[in-house]
């Protein structure tokens, strides 16, 4: 962890308490804490992971640039989570992926605060369901080449380019185009280079297929599950972060440049 001193000099500089930053992280944190109880009480296992699990082990919490959270899990865990949430009574929060959203073009769930509204960049220009503050649900899929994962993701690319150029388009227009080029995305090129993908992956995981990150994990370097202190409270780790950490960043130690930091939101507005 870096020194108290270092902490808290990027505390003020980025995330002092009362900025917008420091508020999305505390909503994050609440729906971090949720999520950790549903799956504590349903049995699933996650893993905080990448820029979140860096915060964890270098700073004790939220990278004080970092608006946003990452978590892991397997499949199976992904689908008796999404059903935990949708027969939850909280009321707080909301499942948001593709099947919900035909507007939602990620192949990762994110899980949305109902009660907050923010404007992100890099973003499809699309009316979504849900626009408040939310965790990324990344789940891991055996992977024997990062090539494959790599065209999934240009699959991907090629769905979000015709959708931001039909984006003025007629309702009706939109709603054609996006019927024809999304089954064969989606039911046909994925799930055919997800078989492929499968194929003699041994212990090698990455996230679901067309994800925006491509590198690998290793089952060994996850399991079994070990935990860190993120924000005072303890969570959910890959049992040798050390290792999960470095394969995928090399030195994460080291503080990048300072001024090239950028957070991914625009603006924000709670409603509570």
């Known amino acids: 962890m870096i020194s108290e001193s270092l902490q808290d000099e990027l505390r003020l500089k980025f995330n002092p308490d009362g900025s917008d930053v420091r508020k999305i992280q505390l909503r994050l944190l609440d729906m971090l804490l949720y999520i950790d109880r549903v799956c504590r009480e349903n049995g699933i296992e996650y893993w905080l992971s990448s820029g979140t699990l860096i915060g964890a082990v270098r700073h004790g919490g939220f990278i004080p640039w970092d608006d946003d959270v990452d978590i892991e899990m397997m499949p199976d865990g992904l689908v008796r989570f999404i059903r935990a949430v949708e027969n939850d009574s909280d009321g707080r929060y909301a499942i948001h992926n593709h099947s919900n959203d035909p507007n939602y073009l990620f192949s990762f769930t994110k899980l949305r605060d109902l009660k907050s509204c ?19 649900i990344f789940t891991m899929v055996p992977s024997n080449s990062r090539r494959l994962h790599v065209w999934a993701r240009k699959c991907i690319g090629k769905e ?22 999304d089954f064969p995305i989606r039911h046909v ?3 055919l280079l997800g078989f492929m993908s499968r194929v003699n992956a041994g212990s090698q995981l990455r996230h679901t297929l067309s994800a925006p990150f491509h590198a690998p994990r290793r089952r060994e370097e996850i399991f079994p599950l070990s935990s860190v202190t993120f924000e005072g409270h303890e969570f959910p780790a890959p049992g040798n972060y050390d290792a999960y950490l470095r394969r995928i960043y ?3 130690t080291v503080i990048p ?7 991914h939101a625009k603006s924000i507005e709670f409603y509570d």
Do not use: F, H
């Not at 923010?118 to 990324?136: A, F, T």
């Open 118 to 136: 923010i404007e992100e960049e890099k973003v499809v220009p699309q009316k979504l369901r849900y626009n408040g503050c939310s965790i990324d």
């Open 160 to 181: 979000m380019t015709i959708w931001r150029a039909i984006s003025g388009y007629p309702p009706v227009v939109q709603n054609m185009v996006k019927r024809m080029i």
């Open 189 to 191: 090129s994925l799930p």
């Open 250 to 252: 090399g030195d994460y």
């Open 257 to 263: 440049p300072l001024d090239k930091i950028q957070v």
